[in-house]
Nanobody, 124 residues
Framework: QVQLVESGGGLVQTGGSLGLSCAAS????????IGWFRQAPGKEREFVSA????????VYADSVKGRFTISRDNAENTVYLQMNDLKSEDTAVYYC?????????????????WGQGTQVTVSS
């Protein structure tokens, strides 16, 4: 089992940058694939990015490709999401999630553990 806590959200202007962190506690952090999802008001939760257990494999939603970068530090039990060139449509609550195994999945149903979320608001 793993517990996840997101941090780093806030208010930023269009075109700005923000870095999110997902700190994990529990055992065997490096055995989990970690994903980032987001949910805007009135919309379904959507996949943003995921990183494999060693950090060498990553996948991104088309909407964030080239602007967001996911990474992980297994020694620190932390996954990061660097968000650049932010747009108003990036406004949402951002969640990190963990799933055992090696496959990077983009479905929220595939993830077993979730953080409480952190709000990101992009203003024009």
């Amino acid at each position: 089992q793993v517990q996840l806590v997101e941090s780093g959200g806030g208010l930023v202007q269009t075109g700005g940058s923000l870095g999110l962190s997902c700190a994990a506690s529990g055992r065997a952090f490096s055995s989990y694939v970690i994903g980032w999802f987001r949910q805007a008001p009135g919309k379904e939760r959507e996949f943003v990015s995921a990183v494999g257990r060693t950090g060498t494999s990553t996948v991104y939603a088309d909407s964030v490709k080239g602007r967001f970068t996911i990474s992980r530090d297994n020694a620190e039990n932390t996954v990061y999401l660097q968000m650049n060139d932010l747009k108003s449509e990036d406004t949402a609550v951002y969640y990190c999630a963990a799933r055992a195994g090696i496959i990077l999945r983009d479905s929220h149903a595939a993830y077993d553990y979730w953080g409480q979320g952190t709000q990101v608001t992009v203003s024009s």
